[in-house]
């Protein structure tokens, strides 16, 4: 779980990289895209512009480079040429990327056009717990004192916490120890050393946290159909706290 100096370098480039899919990202309307549309567009950006593989492309059988999680659809929405955004939507894009052999690991959930003050307030909520859990990654903190703070906040905005699906450990595998709750108690769990590298990234729903799974065996939707938010980030416990190995030039003043 801990990585080396020299690893956590290329898995800052990795990083680096990835955020720069995101902010090409922010410079596309959106609105009037298919969801296979953007797939085209960022699997291009990785390979064409960024020299770098879309990790996700055929990871577990999965034919695409982003999950596309609209409205309801909490997440692992899969990209169609049917599904065209529409003004008013909320989307998760979920994005990996590897370089020289390590992948990072990020969302964001996209405002699309004028969206209802619901769906706005939700979306800010869900961003902000995802910081509250990161601010709280220092050595010697515990995996729970992470998932209490993201609880903390969700539920003192009365929304639930998606508890079927949780951050991860990541590096050379997309998917390695630890899995990272996004709730639980303070002081409890395993506790964080410098080296670790993993992701957070809480999905917050306005209704009911129960969740399904479509006929796609990918596709996870509210079971009440209420508008579901995520956002991801891949840091690294350093000697003094947290580096945001994903972060993004415009959050630079959220990251402190």
Same mark, same amino acid.
């Not at 990835?18 to 009037?32: I, K, N, S, T, Y």
């Not at 508890?163 to 639980?184: A, K, T």
């Not at 009911?208 to 079971?223: A, E, I, M, S």
């Given at each position: ?32 895209? *298919? ?33 596309? *999680?609209?409205?309801? /659809?909490?997440?692992?929405? /899969? ?80 929304? *639930? ?96």
């Amino acid at each position: 779980m801990v990585k080396t100096p020299q690893e956590l370098e290329l898995m800052r480039e990795a990083g680096r990289l990835l955020a720069r899919v995101f902010e090409m990202l922010d410079r596309q309307p959106l609105a009037g895209m *298919s969801t296979l549309e953007i797939d085209t567009l960022v699997d291009r950006y990785i390979t064409d512009e960024l020299h770098a593989r879309p990790a996700s492309k055929g990871q577990y059988g999965y034919g695409f480079v982003l999950n596309c *999680s609209i409205n309801h /659809v909490v997440c692992h929405g /899969v990209p169609d040429a049917e599904t065209i955004v529409q003004d008013g939507d909320i989307i998760n894009l979920d994005i990996t990327l590897e370089k020289n052999g390590f992948i990072a690991d990020s969302s964001k959930t996209y405002m699309v056009g004028e969206v209802s003050p619901q769906a706005r307030r939700l979306v800010k909520v869900t961003q902000e717990a995802m910081w509250k859990g990161i601010a709280q990654v220092r050595p010697g903190a515990t995996l729970g004192d992470i998932g209490a703070a993201i609880e903390r906040h969700a539920k003192q905005h009365g929304y *639930s916490i998606v508890r079927d699906y949780c951050g991860h450990g990541i590096g050379r595998e997309m998917h390695e120890e630890p899995s990272v709750l996004h709730f639980g108690r303070p002081g409890t769990g395993m506790k964080l050393r410098e080296g670790m590298t993993f992701t957070i990234e809480p999905m917050l729903n306005q209704g009911t946290r129960k969740v399904t799974t479509l006929d796609d065996g990918w596709t996870v939707v509210t079971n009440d159909r209420k508008l579901s938010a995520q956002f991801e980030h891949t840091v690294a416990v350093t000697a003094t706290g947290v580096e945001v190995l994903t972060l993004r030039e415009g959050e630079r003043v959220m990251a402190g």
